[in-house]
Nanobody, 121 residues
């Protein structure tokens, strides 16, 4: 009963910046956003940036130092700040979150519809 919507993608020149947002709607009980993934044409979906319930972050080597993930629990929004963008960053970016039926349940993954990021001159 929770839906995720990504926004903020678009066309940007190399070296530019974008900030992606992932907003959750509906019941957010036992629900938490866990990270950003991306999928380029002809490639499998890969983890770009992850964040734990405690706020620890992890980044793919290809984006380390350029991307920053953050989460606002009060607003139910997760962000991905992308700086120094490169053509190889071009992909559809997806938000991932998890929800538990009960506190002791195994979490179930939820995905947004994705937002297109194109880096080109």
């Amino acid at each position: 009963q929770v839906q995720l919507v990504e926004s903020g993608g678009g066309l940007v020149q190399p070296g530019g910046s974008l900030r992606l947002s992932c907003a959750a709607s509906g019941s957010i009980l036992r629900f938490i956003a866990t990270g950003w993934y991306r999928q380029a044409p002809g490639k499998q979906r890969e983890l770009v940036a992850g964040i734990t319930s405690g706020g620890s972050t992890d980044y793919a080597d290809s984006v380390q130092g350029r991307f920053t993930i953050s989460r606002d629990r009060g607003k139910n929004i997760m962000y991905l700040q992308m700086n120094s963008l490169k053509p190889e960053d071009t992909a559809v970016y997806y938000c991932n979150a998890q929800k538990k039926a009960f506190l002791s349940s195994t979490p179930v993954d939820y995905w947004g519809q994705g937002t297109q990021v194109t880096v080109s001159s």
